[in-house]
C-alpha cells in the first residue's frame, strides 16, 4: 500500500508526520509532493524513509491512495494535472469540504471520500470525520477508519452534514479560543491583579478538565451546568445572562461558514 499526500501546508504536514508517528504508515508507504521542493523536502527529512515524488503525475503514478491537501481553489489546478493519470485503481480523498465528492467523481474514475482533519491531531486527539462516495470499496473504507483511527476519533457521516460538523470539530479548537479568550479577557477587566497569561492558564485547565470530568462520569453538558450550579448561587446569574446570547451568536457562526463555503464552491474552477 501506497499512500500519496499533495500539498505539504499545515495539514498536509500534519497528516503524514502524525499518521508516521502513530505508526499507522510506515514511512516507506508515504509518498508525499508539494508545489514547493523546500516545503516538501524538510518534511522527508524529518521523517527518515518518506519518498517525494516531483510531480503530481509522479505522485499518482506510484500510489494506491492520494490525498489532496491543498486548498479548494488550488483543487482545480492540481485534478487538471494529475486527472488523466488517476484509474478506478486509485483511492482518491480530499480534505475540504467545499470541494463535493461528486466533482471528483465527475472529473475521475477514482473511488472517492472526504477526510476532514483538525489541527488538535497534531497531539493525535480530537474528532475526525470521514465521507465515502460510492464507489469506496469495504476496503477504502477500512483504511481511512484505521489511518483517521490512529490519530483522531473517526465519525462517519453524510456529506449533507459535513458543513456544520465541520464546524465543531475542525473549525471548533478556532471557536473555543476564540470564546475562551473573550472569556479571560472579561475576567481581566475585572480583575485588575490577574496576569492575562495566568487567566488564559486557568481557562484551559478548566476546560480540559471539564471534558475529563464529562468522559469520566457520563455527564453531559446540561447536567455538568446542573452540579456547578449551586441553588441560588453566581452560577446560575452567570448562565442566565449567557442564555439570551450564545444560541443566537452560534447560529450566527454557523451561518457564516455555511455562506462562505457556498461561495467558495460556485468560484471552483472544476
Ligand atoms: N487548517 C486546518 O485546521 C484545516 C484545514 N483543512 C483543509 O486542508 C486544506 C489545506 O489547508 P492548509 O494546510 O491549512 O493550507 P496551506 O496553505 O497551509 O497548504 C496548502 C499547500 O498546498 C500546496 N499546493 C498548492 N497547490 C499545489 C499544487 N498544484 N501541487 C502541489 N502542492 C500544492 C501549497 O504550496 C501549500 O503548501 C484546505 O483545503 C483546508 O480547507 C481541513 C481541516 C482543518
Ligand atoms: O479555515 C478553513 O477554511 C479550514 C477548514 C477548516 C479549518 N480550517
Known amino acids: 500500500m501506497r499512500v500519496g499526500f499533495i500539498g505539504m501546508g499545515n495539514m498536509g504536514r500534519l497528516l503524514v508526520t502524525a499518521l508516521v508517528r502513530a505508526g499507522a504508515l510506515r514511512p516507506d508507504e508515504v509518498i508525499i509532493h508539494s508545489r514547493t521542493a523546500e516545503k516538501r523536502r524538510r518534511v522527508a527529512e524529518s521523517l527518515p524513509g518518506v519518498q517525494q515524488a516531483y510531480s503530481g503525475t509522479d505522485l499518482v503514478r506510484r500510489c494506491d491512495a492520494v490525498f489532496l491537501c491543498v486548498k479548494p481553489g488550488d483543487t482545480g489546478a492540481v485534478l487538471a494535472e494529475i486527472a488523466p493519470y488517476i484509474t478506478r485503481d486509485h483511492l482518491l480523498v ?24 483538525s489541527v488538535v491531531q497534531t497531539v493525535a486527539r480530537g474528532a475526525s470525520l470521514l465521507i465515502f462516495g460510492e464507489r469506496c ?42 470564546a475562551f479568550q473573550a472569556l479571560a479577557e472579561a475576567a481581566c477587566r475585572r480583575a485588575p491583579g ?18 475529563e470530568l464529562m468522559e469520566q462520569t457520563g455527564y453531559s453538558f446540561a447536567d455538568t451546568m446542573q452540579r456547578v450550579s449551586t441553588p441560588g448561587g453566581v452560577t446560575a446569574a452567570g448562565l442566565a ?9 452560534w447560529d450566527q457562526v454557523l ?10 464552491r460556485e468560484q471552483l474552477d472544476l
Open 137 to 178: 470499496t469495504h476496503g477504502d473504507r477500512a483504511l481511512l477508519v484505521r489511518l483517521m483511527g490512529a490519530i483522531s476519533r473517526p465519525h462517519v457521516i453524510a456529506e449533507a452534514d459535513v458543513r456544520a460538523a465541520s464546524d465543531l470539530t475542525s473549525c471548533g479548537p478556532a471557536f473555543l479560543s476564540c
Open 255 to 264: 451561518a457564516a461558514t455555511a455562506a462562505h463555503e457556498a461561495v467558495k
Open 241 to 249: 445572562a449567557m442564555r439570551e446570547r450564545v444560541g443566537g451568536l
Open 194 to 211: 490577574l496576569p492575562r497569561e495566568v487567566a488564559e492558564a486557568m481557562v484551559r485547565e478548566t476546560a480540559r478538565a471539564t471534558c
Open 94 to 117: 480530499v480534505i475540504n469540504n467545499t470541494v463535493t465528492l461528486a466533482m471528483l467523481e465527475e472529473r475521475t474514475p477514482a473511488r472517492v471520500a472526504k477526510v476532514i482533519p
